[in-house]
């Protein structure tokens, strides 16, 4: 007669699966804590697929509305400033004309005039950090503005001079949403290089604005340049006004993007995500149930009826 184990093999095979599963579940918890996902692919996330690729594509989406946008910032920043700096020569021909005017002398104020064209012109022939011209309305490798000096201006129309294009630059700054950031040099440029022209055509044909003024002069330039000189310098201060509005609509819409790219990231994450905590918990109570199982199977099979049978007895 042999001496049967207690444990059966139907015993054996439920703990062996016991085993099993808490190895997996010990490797799928490991994974979670060194990684910090719920899951290394889909079959992990289940039924939550969709909503974490969709708020994944709609945070990449904002990300990318909001990169592009900044750089429109950046070009509406840009374009601040020169406005402003256009503005600003505009003021100063119209007081020069004004003093001229005034104390019916005008000695200097070709010069300033000179002086100003060429800042001008420097503006709106301004290029980008890649070569292209800012004002040149979709033609970026073409001068906006030929005119070189202000006896140019004098030979023909202002318009002549202007050579951009129409198209006006916009930016999308969300789904379905555009923002127009471009601006021409004929619409910032017309009305100053007009009143240049205009004192220019008053000063020809020789240079006789150059000392003490006549009445007739000082009557040109008041009822005829200085005019011109402050429809420009108003002009520009509303372009500039304008631009500063676009730029402000630009900033909101930066934070707006980034806004709805982190509540998004946030979406992914409460899926994705594991809780550390729960994982580092969860983790350690595998290990026990491994480590138990483990045992009670490798106790299991040292056991026999032997152990159960009382001790033989001797008889002297």
Same mark, same amino acid.
């Given at each position: 007669m042999t001496v049967e184990r207690v444990a059966t093999n139907a015993q054996s095979q439920f703990l062996l699966s !016991?085993?099993? $599963? &808490?190895?997996?579940?010990?490797? &799928?918890?490991? +994974? !979670?804590?060194?990684? #910090?996902?719920?899951?290394?692919?889909?079959? =992990?996330? #289940?039924?939550? @697929? %969709?909503?974490?690729?969709?708020?994944?594509?709609?945070?990449?989406? %904002?990300?990318?509305? &909001? +990169?592009?946008?900044?750089?429109?910032?950046? !070009?509406?920043?840009?374009q601040n400033s020169q406005l402003t700096a256009l503005s600003n020569l505009a003021g100063q021909l119209k007081q020069a004309i004004t003093t001229a005017a005034g104390n019916g002398d005008g000695t200097g104020l070709m010069t300033t005039a000179g002086d100003i064209f060429q800042q001008a012109s420097a503006i709106l022939n301004s290029t980008d950090a890649n070569g292209n011209y800012i004002y040149g309305g =979709?033609? *970026?490798?073409? !001068?906006?503005? @030929?005119?070189?000096?202000?006896?140019?201006?004098?030979? *023909?129309?202002?318009?002549?001079?202007?050579?951009?294009?129409?198209?006006? $630059?916009?930016?999308?700054? =969300?789904? =379905?949403?555009?923002?127009?950031? *471009?601006?021409? &040099?004929?619409?910032? *440029?017309?009305?100053?290089? @007009? %009143?240049?022209q205009n004192l220019a055509n008053a000063d020809a044909p020789s240079g006789s604005l150059s000392g003490a003024l006549t009445s007739s002069q000082v009557d040109d330039l008041t009822a005829n340049v200085l005019p011109s000189a402050g429809q420009a310098y108003a002009g520009l201060n509303d372009a500039t006004a304008a631009n500063g509005e676009t730029y402000n609509r630009l900033q909101d819409a930066v934070t707006s993007q980034q806004s709805q790219s982190t509540l998004y990231k946030g979406f992914v994450s409460d899926i994705e995500d594991v809780d550390m905590t729960q994982a580092v918990t969860k983790l350690n109570q595998n290990q026990v149930a491994l480590q138990a199982a483990l045992e009670v199977t490798a106790r299991l099979g040292q056991l026999s009826l032997l152990n159960y049978l009382p001790a033989p007895t001797t008889t002297g």
């Open positions: !016991q085993i099993t $599963k &808490a190895n997996t579940a010990l490797d &799928a918890t490991q +994974a !979670q804590v060194a990684s #910090g996902k719920v899951s290394s692919d889909y079959v =992990g996330i #289940g039924d939550k @697929t %969709a909503s974490l690729e969709a708020a994944r594509a709609a945070a990449a989406r %904002a990300d990318a509305y &909001a +990169a592009n946008t900044q750089l429109a910032v950046t !070009q509406t920043d840009l =979709g033609q *970026g490798n073409s !001068q906006p503005f @030929t005119a070189t000096s202000l006896s140019d201006l004098a030979s *023909g129309s202002v318009s002549s001079f202007f050579q951009n294009g129409s198209s006006k $630059k916009s930016v999308m700054v =969300g789904d =379905g949403e555009s923002v127009q950031i *471009g601006v021409l &040099a004929s619409d910032i *440029g017309t009305q100053l290089m @007009t %009143a240049l």
